[in-house]
Structure formats: structure tokens, C-alpha cells
């Protein structure tokens, strides 16, 4: 079974900077084919898509983060990254790694991804 676990969340203030890791426990190669993503929810919210990577290394990120957040997928560690800096108080939430080896219609819509992480929380406070 695909297990993905979620770790570099915290409480920073605003305008702060995070890493958020997702380690995979798969071999480099099936990493390597993997579409992976990071997707929040705060509470009483739906959850949403932040940023996603496909098998290629391509980024897509939300408009709310462009600028801001960078997502990296290091195929050799089997680890995937989202760097986060200027952070504000609306990026308060839980966040979620996911993968799927398949192809993903919609990057920043959960529905395409089949593994998920346990999440990791993520505070930033004005």
C-alpha cells in the first residue's frame, strides 16, 4: 500500500515562511510516475487544491498562492515539497499531500488522486 506522510507544519506569524514534506513509501521509479499535489482545508471550509506537480516536474498552482508557494518533487528521496513564504493568516488550514500514478484531468480538484496523507497543520497568526 501507497503510504504518504505529511510533516513541516507549525505556527509561524504572518509573513513567515514554511516547508511542508510528504514522504512516499514507493520505489524512486513508481515516485518518478506519480502526479502528486497539496491540497488545505480549514475548518468549517471545502477543502482546495493549493499546487500540484505532474510526472513531468510541470507546476500548476491556485491563484491565491502563485507567487508565494513553490511545489518540488524529488524523485530520488521519494519526497514531495511545498515551500511557502510571505504566509498569511488565510493560509490557516490543514494540509494534505496526495498522489495518483494515473493521469490527472483537473490538478486542483482531489477527486483525480487516489492516496492521500494524514495531513499537517499549518497556523500562521497576524
Known amino acids: 500500500a501507497v503510504r504518504l506522510v505529511e510533516s513541516g507544519g507549525g505556527s509561524v506569524q504572518d509573513g513567515g515562511s514554511l516547508r511542508l514534506s510528504c514522504a512516499a513509501s514507493?520505489?524512486?521509479?513508481?515516485?518518478?510516475?506519480?502526479?502528486m499535489g497539496w491540497f488545505r482545508q480549514a475548518p468549517g471550509k471545502e477543502r482546495e487544491g493549493v499546487a500540484a506537480i505532474d510526472n513531468h516536474s510541470s507546476p500548476t498552482y491556485a491563484d491565491s498562492v502563485k507567487g508565494r508557494f513553490t511545489i518540488s518533487k524529488d524523485n530520488a528521496e521519494t519526497t514531495l515539497y511545498l515551500q511557502m513564504n510571505s504566509l498569511k493568516a488565510e493560509d490557516t488550514a490543514m494540509y494534505y499531500c496526495?498522489?495518483?500514478?494515473?493521469?490527472?484531468?483537473?490538478?486542483?480538484?482531489?477527486?483525480?488522486?487516489?492516496?492521500w496523507g494524514q495531513g499537517t497543520q499549518v497556523t500562521v497568526s497576524s
Open positions: 496526495a498522489a495518483t500514478g494515473t493521469v490527472v484531468a483537473w490538478p486542483l480538484e482531489g477527486r483525480d488522486y487516489h492516496y
Open positions: 514507493v520505489t524512486r521509479y513508481t515516485f518518478s510516475t506519480f502526479s
